[in-house]
């Protein structure tokens, strides 16, 4: 198992408005690619000096080769999307992890 991680900085400006289009159109349309058995969000409680408010997402994927589909067939798209919606106003990174153990 692998998770893929995004933590996104996001503006306060536009903070509402990218949660709950987060929360109603994003996740869903990652999960709808077929590519990810769940998903996960989280806050990250600590401040950051640039500001805004800062989040986690992890989307659990059963192997490498189907976190490499989605970066070949849906990644582009999905990350347009946001572009297009919230244009300089967040900033994110990704990470690869993989799954050791659960207990």
Do not use: C
């Amino acid at each position: 198992m692998l998770i893929y991680n995004v933590t996104t900085n996001i503006e306060a400006s536009v903070h509402h408005e990218w949660l709950q289009w987060m929360q109603e159109t994003h996740i869903p349309d990652m999960l709808a690619t077929g590519k990810f058995l769940n998903a996960k969000m989280s806050k990250v409680l600590v401040e950051e000096e640039l500001g805004g408010l800062t989040y986690s997402v992890q989307f659990t994927t059963v192997d490498k080769e189907t976190l490499l589909k989605y970066y070949s067939e849906d990644a582009t798209r999905l990350r347009e999307d946001a572009l297009t919606r919230f244009p300089n106003k967040f900033v994110s990174f990704r990470t690869e992890l993989e799954v050791i153990s659960e207990h």
